[in-house]
Nanobody, 115 residues
Framework: QVQVVESGGGLVQPGGSLRLSCAAS????????MGWYRQAPGKQRDMVAS???????NYADSVKGRFTISRDNAKNTVYLQMNSLKPEDTAVYYC?????????WGQGTRVTVSS
């Protein structure tokens, strides 16, 4: 059974940093494309960052230069380092695992950026 568990969300002041983690089990983690998505209240779920099995990364324009995605295949974990956080980064962040038609999601972790 595939399990995907995010952690690391919380309340942070503007300009602060957070690191999200996503641990997966029940799959061959290293062959999956890993992604972080976010959904703000009343808005659609949007891609934030992704990293392929061979390490290629992609970022939404709104987070380029501030967020960094990385993966540790030995730990079956993907990370999202978020720096210089803004109030508009407030959302529930979801981890995604994708391989062809297979797509698994975590339950989400909430990030609130507010003073």
């Amino acid at each position: 059974q595939v399990q995907v568990v995010e952690s690391g969300g919380g309340l942070v002041q503007p300009g602060g940093s957070l690191r999200l983690s996503c641990a997966a089990s029940g799959i061959t983690f290293s062959i999956y494309t890993m992604g972080w998505y976010r959904q703000a209240p009343g808005k659609q779920r949007d891609m934030v960052a992704s990293v392929t099995a061979d390490g290629r990364t992609n970022y939404a324009d709104s987070v380029k230069g501030r967020f960094t995605i990385s993966r540790d295949n030995a730990k079956n974990t993907v990370y999202l380092q978020m720096n210089s956080l803004k109030p508009e980064d407030t959302a529930v962040y979801y981890c995604s695992l994708r391989l062809g038609p297979l797509n698994y999601w975590g339950q989400g972790t909430r990030v609130t950026v507010s003073s």
